[in-house]
Nanobody, 122 residues
């Protein structure tokens, strides 16, 4: 089994920055893509950012383009999400995800992390 563990969430003021990490542990396999989704109370889970595990090619939701950056460290089996210029609208539980194909929706995801809370105060 594969475990994805997020860290780095917390409370931050609007305009501030936060960096999330997701480490894969347990039995590993060759992921095609990893990424981040988020879910606010009363809303559906939405795609935030994705990365191709081999090429490091990245892609983002329009709502975070220019503010968030996803990256990965293959040696550490870890993916990061650098979040800058945070807004109150970014408040959500952020979930790390991995799958055998390009991630763009929840149906693409094979493994989910437990989530980490990000709260942005205005």
């Amino acid at each position: 089994q594969v475990q994805l563990v997020e860290s780095g969430g917390g409370l931050v003021q609007a305009g501030g920055s936060l960096r999330l990490s997701c480490a894969a542990s347990g039995r590993s396999f060759s992921f095609y893509g990893m990424g981040w989704f988020r879910q606010a109370p009363g809303k559906e889970r939405e795609f935030v950012a994705g990365i191709n595990w081999s090429s490091a090619s990245t892609y983002y939701a329009d709502s975070v383009k220019g503010r968030f950056t996803i990256s990965r460290d293959r040696a550490k089996n870890t993916v990061y999400l650098q979040m800058n210029s945070l807004k109150s609208e970014d408040t959500a539980v952020y979930y790390c995800a991995a799958g055998g194909k390009r991630l763009g929706s929840g149906s693409d995801v094979d493994f989910w992390g437990q989530g980490t809370q990000v709260t942005v105060s205005s």
